[in-house]
């Protein structure tokens, strides 16, 4: 219990320790200024009373000498004594003395000691400081001549009382000693106050910097990248350098002695489904189906489509056992499935089930190339492309996603299943999949970006998609400024309770969960890595088929013929290398893997024109013979040849304008097992918050793609060594099980919560029946 109490207090006593660390050395400060202030104060009080003094001394003197002047001392004795009498009737004069010219007294009031001449007092009037102690106390001597035009005229001695000075300087010393009393404490509670707000200022920070948030700052202030609550401080960057190097080095440390701690693979996800989630059943929909049937010249052939949302889910579905609901877009789909529209899948495994649906020619133009990749597609990427909105697309696109939410509602054996959304083809699908099923458990996750409001404000119907969506039990985005994104535009457009502290919004009294979940990609088996050929291998086989030189620095990217991938831009930068380095012409080639994607739409042809033109002009210039220094292959490659693309590779290229996660950065890291190989990563892609080990650029910037690709070149193996070390340890960790664990684990503890809830109000219902019962 006293270990959980100073853990407990630990942050308010480091926190009290730095203010006393801060208020220690001002008290001194302090104390020593007063100390240094007070008898400095007390010298210029007592040289103004001093002054003040002598100048009344000469007024009494002047009011006084012309009455004396008028009186014969020898004469008239007793009226000039009664005359200096009358004098010293004022409370500050303590007496006065007539002195003759020769220095003797003639006359003196009954208060002016006897013991003190005339000579005695002009010495001491004399002094730079006329102060003089007696017995009855300190008195200020002033003398001045009776007429001060004759030389040797009779003068006055006037003693004035000091005790007043005194009390004045003591009250002075007091009020001295009480402002700076109350300025001490004014300073001592403002810095109280600011080493507080210090303190948690460093706290957020540091918490900003271990949950990975740190100070990297997508400069595209139009699309989705936005600070969070908590941000590191700028100041805080070389602390935020440092903490990341040394936890990698224990990371590194910890793995190599003990492994990895608890991985998430395919044994966890489904011990967890059959606790968290025990006996549930799990529906997945997506537009895309994980397995493809083709009719060919050999037969029905099967292929898995080069999709990162595939990549992503279909591990996952392989340790749920559960159905996916999708698209059947392939030549032989109808041929294979059974009299429900179902097939099992994989073809040598059978793991789950995927169920098709089936979509027109024009149900699938209105819904998926129109609205979905004309409109919401360039909307969420804000890609420069302009969103196209059109009626009739929309009445399509609510048509599909009502025709799916039926499929759901079909294929569920019960009235709760869990159900995953996949994607921006279906923000419609989950509150109708609620209307008609309100226990289930439905967790959206959005595969692409979400911009600003202001940018989202652009869709016709953007309160009916935030609507649909909210329909969700869980809502997931790929990172926090995602769901920050959302929130606001929540906020803007639909009447909504929002909880920030618990990221949950409640729309109609149902609430979501909006949480970031970042997506991976399932790591390599043992059994799939001995399938591999060594990167000796395979850059032979990859240099023999493109006949490459053996000297050549190969780069590789791998996109979809997409604009949101900035191939255009990796293009510039390989163009603008081979100028401003000369010595890589011959050398350098960059291997442009671009799947033909989307190509009924005019702006991917316009696009795929356009990169070709690109390609050829570049090839023209600086390619010979037997050299081209982009070699662009627009055709599909299976997970198989991209393997062994990426382990012949130098590096790997990804400068996406704008990307959710992208899943390319993943694979290259996971194909090397050889800790070498360099990954460029564009920082607007969601990957560039977890792979920092990468070199981050900034695409839209052509001469810092362009010196990352020269760092590349020429970085050491050791470097490379040490930063992919590190990446594949990163990947590793947190693959696709950890992200769906981490989605279903969040499921399961609302379900959970909902179940125990309905309970309490079903007895609470009977306990108030059985009380009305007589």
């Known amino acids: 219990m006293q270990t959980l109490r100073r853990v407990a207090r630990g942050p308010g006593m480091k926190s009290l320790h730095l203010q006393i660390r801060f208020l220690v050395p001002l008290l001194i400060t302090l104390t020593l200024a007063a100390l240094l202030a007070l008898p400095l104060l007390d010298r210029m009080t007592l040289r103004w009373f001093s002054r003040d003094l002598s100048l009344r001394g000469a007024m009494v003197a002047k009011t006084l000498s012309v009455a004396i002047s008028d009186i014969d001392p020898s004469a008239q004795r007793e009226r000039l004594r009664n005359l200096l009498e009358r004098g010293v009737l004022d409370e500050r004069l303590v007496g006065i003395a007539l002195c003759a010219p020769d220095g003797t007294q003639v006359m003196s009031t009954k208060g002016f000691p006897g013991s003190l001449s005339c000579k005695e007092a002009e010495a001491s009037a004399a002094l730079k400081d006329p102060r003089l102690e007696l017995t009855s106390g300190a008195v200020h001597i002033g003398v001045f001549p009776v007429n001060p035009a004759q030389p040797d005229a009779e003068r006055l001695v006037l003693l004035h009382d000091l005790s007043l000075p005194d009390r004045r300087s003591l009250d002075t010393r007091r009020y001295m000693i009480i402002f700076i009393t109350v300025l001490g404490l004014a300073i001592a509670g403002i810095t109280m106050i600011v080493a507080q707000l210090s303190w948690r200022g460093w706290v957020s920070g540091m918490r900003a910097i271990l949950r990975g948030e740190g100070l990297v700052r997508p400069l595209l202030n139009t699309g989705g990248f936005r600070g969070g609550p908590e941000t590191a401080p700028p100041e805080l960057q070389p602390l935020e350098v440092e903490i990341r190097q040394h936890i990698r080095e224990l990371e590194d440390n910890l793995y190599r002695e003990h492994g990895p701690l608890t991985p998430w693979d395919p044994e966890r996800l489904r011990s967890l489904l059959r606790t968290q989630l025990r006996g549930d059943q799990v529906i997945v929909v997506s537009n895309r189906e994980p397995y493809i049937h083709q009719r060919g010249p050999d037969g029905i052939t099967v292929s898995r489509p080069a999709s990162g949302l595939v990549t992503a889910v279909e591990p996952v579905m392989r340790a749920c056992s559960g159905t996916w609901i999708a698209h059947g877009s392939g030549s032989a789909d109808r041929d294979v499935v059974d009299a429900h529209d179902r097939v099992a899948v994989p073809p040598d495994t059978q793991d789950y089930l995927l169920r098709r649906v089936w979509l027109s020619e024009e149900e699938e133009r209105g819904y998926y190339q129109g609205f979905a990749n004309e409109g919401l597609w360039p909307l969420c990427h804000v890609a420069h492309v302009r969103p196209v909105f059109r009626e009739s697309d929309w009445a399509q696109y609510k048509a599909v996603n009502q025709r799916f939410a039926d499929a759901v509602v079909a294929e569920a054996r019960g009235d709760d299943p869990v159900v995953l959304v996949q994607d921006y083809h279906f923000a419609l699908l ?345």
């Open 430 to 774: 989950p509150a109708m999949v609620r209307e008609k099923l309100p226990k289930a458990t439905i967790i959206t996750f959005w595969h692409i970006p979400w911009p600003n409001p202001e940018s989202f404000g652009i869709c016709p119907w953007r309160r009916e998609l935030l609507q649909g969506m909210l329909g969700s039990t869980i809502l997931g985005f790929h990172t926090r400024f995602h769901c920050k994104n959302f929130t606001e535009t929540v906020d803007r457009y639909l009447e909504a309770r929002i909880e920030h502290e618990h990221s949950t919004i409640s729309y109609q009294d149902e609430p979501t969960l909006v949480q970031s979940y970042p997506i991976s990609i399932a790591w390599p088996t043992d059994e799939e890595r001995a399938g591999w050929d060594s990167p000796a291998d395979a850059r032979a086989a990859v240099f023999e088929r493109l006949k490459l030189a053996p000297d050549t620095v190969l780069a590789v990217g791998v996109d979809r013929f997409d604009y949101t991938k900035g191939i255009l831009e990796r293009l510039h930068a390989v163009e603008r290398l081979l100028e401003k380095h000369p010595q890589w012409q011959g050398r350098f080639v960059l291997v442009q893997v671009a799947a033909p994607t989307r190509n009924a739409l005019e702006e991917y042809r316009e696009f795929q024109d356009r990169i070709h033109r690109v390609t050829e002009r570049i090839n023209l210039r600086f390619g010979e013979a037997g050299y081209k220094p982009v070699v662009l292959l627009a055709e599909h490659h299976d997970h198989a040849a991209l393997m062994t693309l990426y382990r012949a590779a130098h590096m790997c290229v990804v400068t996406s304008l704008h990307d959710g996660m992208n899943l390319v950065s993943k694979e290259f890291i996971a194909a090397r097992d050889d800790d070498q190989g360099v990954l460029i990563l564009s920082r607007f892609a969601g990957a560039a918050r977890e792979l920092q080990e990468a070199l981050v650029i900034n695409p839209y910037h052509v001469e810092e793609t362009t010196d990352a690709l020269h760092r590349a070149a020429l970085m050491p193996p050791q470097e490379q060594r040490e930063r992919m070390a590190s990446l594949r340890m990163t990947v590793r960790e947190f693959n696709v099980y950890r992200w769906a664990g981490r989605m279903l684990t969040d499921a399961g503890q609302w379900r959970l919560r909902e179940r125990i809830t309905r309970r309490v109000q079903r007895r609470s219902r009977e306990a108030g029946e059985e009380t009305l019962t007589p």
